[in-house]
């Protein structure tokens, strides 16, 4: 790592949350920042020929077997992670767990990256339940050691990173967690890819194509921090059954512990109350679904994680109400996504994210990285 500079300098945000004019900032502070393999544009084969440059000219070295420990203190807190190679298990093992739909189009450009460097490039996100577990006390033991590796997140955060190489501690991580469901946070797209990369690669069950990157971190981490995403419907529409409030602040007051949402619609707020358990489904189930009908969600929703901004658009004309959201509830999310149901698009924005950067794991036969 030293050949590549501070690590600062290395990591970029994941790839689908880099605005396209943040690209040049990213590049321009090394030449060896991720940001040059995992948005490539149209160069997937270029960002293959860079990884294979990097590897031959010890950029990037090879660790033995390994896990990491990942740890993150940012403003509002500390958040410790785990970052394994996990094996990919298709959705109907009901092990890996889905809570969003995906989309063919961000598919196919990770699939055609993944063909090009034969590498995870970035951690997918999961998050188990362990409170029933060693993991956290291993963990915490692992942190009080130096770490390896300390550097400043894309964030503004305080990132240190630590290498886990005894084989007693993996068999420990692997007894934990062999009989945990993993709720994929981010990255379901890339989950998908990494699926449909490993059936055209083939290979025994032990290929190293039949494993992804994957930060992990326990629902009850208190570091975890989980942002509302709201809803502004750009068509007419009309809410009723709705209790008045005088401000947004009082609006975004109501909602926690309840399922319901706020709305402004007209210059006025009001606290819709609403069926079910998990607010954000029962919202697009029983109001925003039947107001869209056979119309597209992506042309008729703009979505926002600024109360204020949602009501600026409002009120500018750029769409006709504003639906506010409190954060959901992780723990009826997995419920939920246990018994095979899923959640509408950008239902939960898990904050922040983990960098991109810091670890890559080798896709190919016989090689691992």
């Not at 294979?52 to 390994?66: G, K, Q, T, V, Y």
């Not at 300390?150 to 005894?166: A, K, N, Q």
């Not at 509302?228 to 008045?244: L, N, Q, Y």
Request: aromatic share 8%; hydrophobic share 40%.
């Amino acid at each position: 790592m030293a050949r590549a500079g501070d690590m600062t300098n290395l990591v970029a945000p994941p790839y689908d949350v880099i605005p396209e004019q943040d690209l040049a900032h990213y590049r321009g502070l090394s030449p060896y920042n991720v940001v040059r393999l995992i948005r490539p544009g149209s160069a997937y084969e270029g960002a293959g020929r860079s990884f294979n440059a990097w590897l031959d000219d010890r950029i990037l070295e090879p660790d033995p077997a390994s896990m990491y420990v990942h740890e993150v203190t940012y403003d509002g807190g500390v958040r410790r992670d785990l970052v394994a190679a996990l094996r990919l298990q298709p959705y109907s093992d009901r092990v890996v767990l889905p809570h969003e739909r995906t989309h063919l189009g961000p598919k196919a450009d990770r699939l055609a990256l993944t063909r090009a460097v034969r590498a995870s490039l970035e951690p997918l996100w999961f998050l188990y339940d362990g409170g029933q577990t060693e993991l956290p006390t291993l963990l915490e033991k692992v942190a009080a050691r130096a770490a390896a590796v300390s550097f400043t997140g894309p964030e503004g955060t305080h990132d240190r990173l630590w290498v886990i190489s005894d084989p007693a501690i993996h068999d420990s991580v692997h007894a934990a967690l062999e009989s945990l469901p993993l709720l994929i946070a981010d990255g379901h797209h890339r989950y998908e890819t990494a699926l449909a990369y490993a059936e055209e690669v083939g290979g025994g069950p032990d290929d190293p194509s039949r494993f992804t990157l994957a930060l992990l971190t326990d629902l009850a981490d208190p570091g975890l921090a989980v942002l509302p995403t709201h809803r502004v419907m750009k068509s007419a529409i009309a809410v009723t059954g709705g209790e008045p409030t005088g401000s947004l602040e009082e609006t975004l007051a109501a909602l926690p512990g309840r399922v319901a949402a706020g709305t402004y619609r007209a210059g006025k707020f009001q606290v819709l109350p609403l069926e079910g358990d998990v607010a954000v489904q029962e919202l697009h189930e029983q109001v925003i679904d039947n107001l869209l009908g056979k119309r597209s969600a992506e042309d008729q929703i703009l979505y926002t994680r600024d109360p204020e901004q949602a009501v600026r658009w409002v009120d500018e004309g750029e769409g006709v109400a504003a639906f506010f959201l409190d954060a959901p509830d992780l723990r009826q999310v997995l419920r939920l996504a246990q018994k095979g149901k899923t959640l509408p698009q950008k239902a939960t924005y898990f904050h922040p994210k983990p960098p991109s950067g810091m670890v890559f794991d080798r896709l190919e036969r016989g090689r691992r990285l």
